[in-house]
């Protein structure tokens, strides 16, 4: 005999390890909780109440909870709702939830769905993403510190060859010319490399989660205080709340940042500052990335962004342009649902503005 689809559902959540429930949204009772759902917060159906539940989100997520419930639609199945739990043991959990409201409305209907425990998978994620930025961090810095004094180097060369040739010295010409071929094929590596990198990052499809980004930011910034030295550049973060919150691709946002602020170290004199601000506002999240550099010519200026623009340039000590130019910067940016613009004024410095729309 064949068992109901109700009977064989019903076997399946008690065996299931998602913690499953159901809602009479009515009177705010539960109709079922499976043993998952019950051992994970030590409560048993008839003595579970929702606001007792709702205490153990994490206070940073409470809001954005509340703002999902109330898009939620009859007939409509939501997933991808991911919240953090904070359950008696003070372990913080990740969970992701999904949905089903049957009914007339939120009012008088019944909530149906699982939560689904992805704590591990976030904490891999988050390592993998703060490798990623470390070593994005590290490739600007090297791709200023070392194509900086190669370029240099390629210069005097030059400069040095002119002299030389003139003096007839077909030696000395020779290994100068050699030194420069070197110093340029070490500087078109570096580009090279850095180019691939980026390209490679954002080469895939866009997966956008909830990020703290003053969080995100200060993690990220904190490979460049620790070159403050080495590179002769001052560099700074603001933010006028502690937590500022956005849904972003995070390893592909923060190459806005990398390159925004690579640019900046290429045009920024000696003891200048490079200044990162995240503000919170209503709906959206403005950031700007300043400098104390030399400025973009205004000739520049209405091309910056165009995809095969000519708005390149060698940097102060010589670096050789990426060539990838603001396009992508500014598609990334589009891919946010965001806007990029800036000023700059000669011998005074540009500034980038970003804005993206903000999450509860």
Request: proline residues 3%.
């Amino acid at each position: 005999m064949t068992s109901k689809p109700s009977s064989l559902l019903l076997t399946f959540a008690e065996q299931d390890r998602r913690l499953c429930f159901s809602i009479q949204l009515q009177d705010k009772q539960f109709l079922y909780l499976n043993p998952a759902f019950e051992n994970f917060f030590k409560i048993k159906r008839e003595k579970a109440k929702i606001e007792d539940l709702l205490g153990y989100v994490h206070p940073e997520d409470v809001e954005f909870l509340l703002e999902s419930y109330h898009k939620l639609k009859p007939g409509e199945f939501k997933d991808g709702i991911e919240f953090r739990l904070l359950p008696e043991d003070q372990q913080q959990y990740h969970f992701r939830m999904s949905t089903y409201l049957q009914g007339p409305s939120l009012s008088d209907g019944t909530l149906t769905g699982y939560l689904e425990d992805i704590t591990s998978a976030k904490k891999h994620e988050r390592k993998l993403d703060d490798l990623s930025n470390r070593k994005d961090a590290i490739l600007n810095i090297l791709s200023h510190d070392l194509a900086g004094p190669l370029g240099a180097i390629k210069n005097y060369t030059y400069l040095l060859s002119r002299r030389e040739l003139a003096l007839q010295d077909e030696q000395a010409a020779n290994m100068i010319s050699a030194i420069e071929k070197i110093s340029r094929r070490s500087t078109n590596l570096i580009s090279q490399f850095v180019k691939n990198e980026f390209l490679e990052s954002v080469g895939v499809d866009v997966s956008r989660i909830r990020v703290n980004l003053v969080e995100k930011v200060s993690s990220f910034m904190t490979d460049y205080y620790g070159v403050q030295e080495t590179s002769r550049l001052n560099f700074k973060f603001e933010t006028n709340q502690d937590q500022v919150f956005a849904e972003i691709d995070d390893s592909k946002f923060m190459q806005v940042f990398n390159n925004l602020i690579s640019n900046s170290m290429k045009f920024t004199p000696d003891g200048g500052t490079i200044m990162v601000k995240l503000e919170a506002r209503e709906y959206t999240v403005l950031i700007t990335i300043s400098d104390t550099g030399i400025g973009i010519p205004e000739e520049y200026q209405s091309r910056l962004f165009d995809k095969f623009t000519k708005a390149r340039r060698p940097g102060l000590n010589g670096e050789e342009p990426v060539g990838l130019g603001m396009s992508i910067v500014k598609t990334i940016v589009e891919w946010h649902n965001g806007k990029i613009w800036f000023e700059s004024v000669e011998n005074q410095g540009t500034t980038f503005y970003i804005e993206i729309p903000g999450s509860k």
